[in-house]
């Protein structure tokens, strides 16, 4: 067994029902398999709770596990420590990063926060646990309009590190938030032309936008919202046909959900692939959970010192999204 690579090497006995094994060391650890809708469908079936950012944070607040298993990015398994820093908070793969959280390194932002004194710091989620340390409010996609909407109207803020989530709340707000100029690499590439070319196909599809996604992409929305938002209101409405620009993980709950409705991913820029993948997300791997289980490793470390400033505004969050 060897862990150099951020993950568990071992080979696996060909036949091994993995999803079995899987189960027999939840209950043998009495540990918890949270997983983000972005991960494969084999993960998200394998999980105890599966979600977006928000019911993580809020599923991972109540938990009394003493092992926590985060089937998502390293940010979220960071979040995860934070709420429950006396639990082992395990991911399959340390590897699994993410373009958004890297597009704001907290010495950069801690320089951009002196640059603008007087301001409310307001971090996506999607931010390491050093950038949350220098935050007054955490938010996510889920809450982030009704956070900032609740803030007395001339409040000054700063907002990162996504431009595009911070230009959504700008125009739905009418604020003139500060933003930190960074993106996904997911949702920035969609294609316009091709969700375009779809909708042309199939007419009577509803375009389903992550607030991710840049100002043009969500004028063709019908919906935009976190993906939580985007699943609830595919759920109720009486549509049958949807173009979905998220990552395409989204798709294998939107089709359990509702199995007699057509989920379509909207294609990226890159017109050689049909849909969009987080490739982070796609690093976990039902072979990575079963290992990381059995060994208890890779396991997610915050200094103590981070934590401590970092929960506050991740329990601001949760207060304010009640
Ligand atoms: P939500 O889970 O808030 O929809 O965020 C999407 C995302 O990009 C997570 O990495
Ligand atoms: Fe980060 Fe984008 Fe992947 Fe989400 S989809 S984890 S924001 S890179």
């Known amino acids: 067994m060897k862990t150099d690579k951020g993950f568990v090497e071992e080979e696996i006995p060909a036949g091994l029902d993995l999803k079995a094994e899987i189960k027999r060391l939840k209950e043998e650890k009495n540990a918890v398999v949270l997983a983000h809708y972005y991960t494969v469908g084999d993960i998200q079936d394998a999980a105890d709770f599966v979600g977006d950012s928000l019911a993580l944070a809020q599923i991972a607040e109540k938990l009394d596990n003493p092992v926590i298993v985060m089937c998502g990015v390293h940010f979220m398994g960071e979040t995860v420590k934070i709420l ?94 500060v933003l930190w100029d960074g993106a996904c690499h997911v949702h920035e590439k969609f294609s316009l032309d091709g969700i375009v070319r779809l909708k042309k196909e199939h007419p009577e599809a509803k375009v389903l936008v992550h607030p991710e996604c840049p100002a043009p992409v969500r004028l063709l929305a ?57 490739s982070y997300m796609k690093l976990n791997t039902l072979a990575k959970l079963y290992l990381t289980l059995k060994y208890e490793l890779p396991e997610v470390t915050v200094d103590p010192a981070v934590i401590d400033r970092a929960r506050r505004p991740i329990e601001r969050m949760l207060e304010m999204s009640k």
């Open 84 to 177: 429950c820093p006396d639990r082992k908070v395990l991911v399959p793969d340390l590897n699994a990063g993410c373009s958004l959280a890297d597009s704001c390194p907290a010495r950069d932002l801690e320089r951009f926060i002196a640059e603008h004194p007087g301001h409310t710091v307001i971090s996506y989620v999607n931010t390491s646990a050093d950038v949350k340390a220098l935050t007054d409010i955490v938010v996510t996609s889920g809450n982030a309009l009704k956070i900032v909407g609740s803030l007395p109207e001339d409040e000054k803020i700063i907002f990162g590190p996504d431009r595009n989530l911070g230009n959504y709340i700008n125009s739905q707000t009418g604020r003139r938030m």
């Open 222 to 278: 019908d919906k935009v919202g976190s993906t939580a938002v985007l699943l609830k209101w595919a759920a109720e409405s009486g549509h049958k046909e949807f173009i979905v620009a998220t990552e395409s993980g989204i798709l294998h709950e939107m089709k359990r959900l509702c199995p007699d409705k057509t989920f379509i991913p909207a294609p990226p820029e890159d017109t050689a692939c049909g849909c969009n993948d987080c």
